[in-house]
Nanobody, 121 residues
Framework: QVQLVESGGGLVQAGGSLRLSCAAS????????MGWYRQAPGKQRELIAA???????NSADSVKGRFTISRDNAKNTVYLQMNSLKPEDTAVYYC???????????????WGQGTQVTVSS
């Protein structure tokens, strides 16, 4: 079975930094796009950054210049470096990946378990 495991969340003061990691494991044939979403209390889940296998990225306006997404294809891992954090960045952060396993004939959408990021003012 394929799974995504996240790490790196926590509590940080405004202006601080955190780095999230998300590793995919299992019988993986290939991984297409990977991304990070977040969901704050009472709000919908939103896409904040995505990256293609070739390294092309896009990010939400709210995090541009502060957050950087990257990936290590050899490790099946995606990262989110978050700098200059603000209280409004407080949310549960989820990683997402389009993965084709050895059991499936097409890409399947997988999600991490979520990691809490809390930014204090």
């Amino acid at each position: 079975q394929v799974q995504l495991v996240e790490s790196g969340g926590g509590l940080v003061q405004a202006g601080g930094s955190l780095r999230l990691s998300c590793a995919a494991s299992g019988r993986i044939f290939s991984i297409s796009d990977m991304g990070w979403y977040r969901q704050a209390p009472g709000k919908q889940r939103e896409l904040i950054a995505a990256i293609t296998p070739g390294g092309r990225t896009n990010s939400a306006d709210s995090v541009k210049g502060r957050f950087t997404i990257s990936r290590d294809n050899a490790k099946n891992t995606v990262y989110l470096q978050m700098n200059s954090l603000k209280p409004e960045d407080t949310a549960v952060y989820y990683c997402n990946a389009q993965i084709r396993s050895y059991y499936s004939g097409s890409d399947v959408d997988y999600w991490g378990q979520g990691t809490q990021v809390t930014v204090s003012s």
